[in-house]
């Protein structure tokens, strides 16, 4: 058996009742094959790939917190600090009823490749509680958030392991839990990003996955022959994520026609209206069944089914396994040209590979959507001068880094004999940094 193979059962077996994680090992590790084979030796004898798919760290805690009501709440929280072979762990903090071990430890390993893609000294983490915001209050959420700081701020540092924000945690929670973390270790550090402006955050993290989801798909479609002015983009969510994917499409002339949450989604014949959805999703905190009740081009839909709008793009910024075998089909014979992930994991495995087969695009969320955490590692760099860029600084740095992944993935691609696929070269220009650095600090 190969020993990627091997290494796929063990993982399989090592950690039960967990597919996100299945799913994510198989990925990188399936589209791997060609290093990997060429350095089987070395890889064997450091049991590097092991080591690669078993955390270094997981925590488990009990976050217990006093409702509105006066009653007792506990959730579960998680961090998992899983690899800091290039650098402290980094990754945001997921807060939604489904979250489980099995869902942070697949995201914490794709941050692994994601953050050494970025070409900053980064190492991967990701953590979050099964705990709701949805509905609560702000006094509910402090206190959740208070309960939960008051567990992690044990085994975090900015220098150890920076969280930051993913579904659920946006600013009012990433400041919650700093005045936790400052109040209890009495340390004021860059230990979070995605930061109030106000208190060491950096301009332009809040836009920055979405606009970098958009300046990586640009440099994809120029280098292909296409031009993304006068196309018609299907976005899904209509999060953090979405909203700045959205503007910044709508910047580059390209028309939006579709948002969603986890309800619903609207499609709207004349082009998403940022400012209302803006409006209804950051400052009501509200549905999508509001956003047509004030646009007159716009209908409201249950359940499903952005995938089924004719698009030439196609950017699903909500969340894992959201598009599927059957949307690829119909993404496929609506004549899609192009996919890239703003969120982690949001295409099956079937799925991708049909569109690969299929000729469409398609770009990994591990490269597409890596804009939001390059920008919180400078975040990080300007805490520790204590310094604050211009947004115009941090922006066009947030460019650059999405050009140059997007042709550090494409090299690797041909390197390796897998022209204009970017999963593989995605995969391989994250791994071999990672790789090397964990040989080099010896069997730990
Ligand atoms: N915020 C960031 O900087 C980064 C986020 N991501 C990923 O992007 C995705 C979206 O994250 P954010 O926009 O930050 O979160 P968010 O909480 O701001 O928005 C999430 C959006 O997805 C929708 N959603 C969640 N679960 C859903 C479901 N089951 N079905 C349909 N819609 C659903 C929500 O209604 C919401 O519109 C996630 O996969 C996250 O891990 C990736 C890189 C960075
Ligand atoms: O900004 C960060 O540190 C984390 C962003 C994140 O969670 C992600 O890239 O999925």
Redesign the pocket.
Known sequence: MSYVDEVIELVVKQNPGEPEFHQAVKEVLESLRAVIEQNEALYRKEALLERLCNPERQLKFRVPWVDDKGNVQVNTGYRVQFNSAIGPY???LRLHPSVNIGIIKF?GFE?IF?NSLTGLPIGGG?GGSDFNPKGKSDREVMAFCQSFMTELCKFIGADTD?????IGTGAREIGYMFGQYKRIRGVYEGVL??KGLSYGGSLARTEATGYGLLYLTHEMLQCNGFDIAGKTVAVSGSGNVAIYAIQKAQELGAKVVTASDSTGWVYDSEGIDVSLLKEIKEVRRDRLTEYVKERKSAQYHEGKGVWSVKCDIALPCATQNELDLEDAKTLVANSCIAVAEGA?MPTTLEATEYLQKNKVLFAPGKAA??G??AT?ALEMTQNSERLSWKFEEVDDKLKQIMIHIFHNMDDAAKEYGAEGNYVVGANIAGFKKVAEAMIAQGII
């Open positions: 980094k990754g945001g995201l941050q994601k990701k920076v969280p930051a924000g993913d990003t995605g982690n959507n890596a939001g955490v919180s």
